[in-house]
């Protein structure tokens, strides 16, 4: 059975003149920015966002909080079903890498940031909606998200994967907006001070099926906490560059996405419950169209069904049964 998928990675500069391919999920934060009327003002203004949270963070030896820049790559994954024909899109990431001015090294970041998958569109938005609907009690379907967990920690422990990148990867998301996260004594020079939040949600537990763990951490001079899934050990297995790479990217596209929550006026306290209905906050000025994202899940979702779940189902069904 380990010979029955077999994956090709892809990668792109994400920079001021990156412009979507037909290809792209469009739902991607990244690629919401690069479309319309404002696309090279809204990538101008977020790569410089990014640049100044990290050299921030990055203060020491940068007294003139200009020694690094960040470069970012799109990671697509194609995956094919050997013997079956065409591939499948199946994940999409960015990459994170550090230029040091000072130094002229350009230094590996971490993969992760702003993933995004067909599969989980088709759970969230196609499953879990037809499951739920005209019922009475919200539930979960039987099996919710076992096929995609057990296809990305294939994928991560691929020839592949381990061909383009020396470490696990990192996914930085928001907190929810329906717990509530309560500060704890543990503080990180870097990641910031721990939270932890009152319950787990259907978030963590699908990403727990992905083999992913979960801590929250709100960075320095932020304002809510992010939600940091990893494998292994968070906190020593990468380097404060590395961690801080992550942060800047991801707590700059929360500012844009989710400025209730992350480009708010007030500072999380010890007990912090997210609002995205929150109208004490700042925006960004960078053009984010929420509502055509949302719509476009569906979409890519419905696309998944179509193009992957139905014609594989016998296939993917008895590959899922066998994969421990």
């Known amino acids: 059975m380990n010979q029955d998928f077999t994956f090709s990675i892809k990668r792109i500069r994400f920079d001021e003149h990156y412009q979507p391919s037909d290809s792209t999920r469009i739902t991607t934060n990244f690629a919401n ?76 970041g971490i993969v992760g940031n702003n993933f995004s998958s067909y599969v989980r569109d088709y759970d969230f938005s196609v499953l879990l909606l037809d499951h739920n609907k005209q019922q009475a009690q919200f539930s979960i379907p039987e099996n919710f998200g076992d096929l995609h967990g057990k296809l990305f920690k294939y994928f991560v422990s691929s020839k592949a994967y381990q061909q383009h990148f020396k470490k696990p990867p990192v996914i930085c998301l928001s907190v929810s907006d329906n717990k509530t996260y309560h500060r704890t004594e543990n503080q990180h020079p870097v990641l910031g001070v721990e939270y932890q939040p009152n319950e787990s949600s259907l978030t963590e537990l699908y990403f727990k099926k992905m083999g992913l763990d979960v801590r929250y951490f709100m960075p320095p001079n932020s304002v809510a906490p992010l939600a940091f899934y990893f494998f292994g050990d968070l906190l020593n297995d990468y380097t404060n560059l590395e961690l801080i790479s992550t942060i800047s990217t991801m707590e700059t596209f929360q500012k844009i996405y989710r400025p209730e929550i992350y480009n708010a006026n007030a500072v999380a306290g010890k007990c912090y419950r997210p609002n995205l209905k929150n109208p004490d906050h700042s925006i960004t000025h960078i053009v984010y169209d929420r509502e055509e994202r949302s719509t476009l899940a569906i979409a890519q979702g419905k696309f998944a069904e179509e193009h992957f779940i139905k014609p594989y189902r016998a296939v993917l069904d008895q590959w899922s049964a066998n994969y421990a």
Request: with cysteine.
């Open 33 to 108: 920015l690069a479309r319309g009327e404002c696309r090279q003002q809204n990538l101008h203004h977020a790569l410089k966002m990014i640049d100044n949270r990290f050299n921030a963070l990055a203060h020491w030896d940068n007294p003139n909080s200009d020694r690094y820049s960040v470069e970012l790559e799109i990671i697509s994954v194609d995956m094919t079903i050997e013997g079956q024909g065409d591939s499948f899109p199946s994940i999409e990431v960015l990459k994170t890498n550090i230029v040091d001015h000072a130094t002229n090294e350009r230094i590996e």
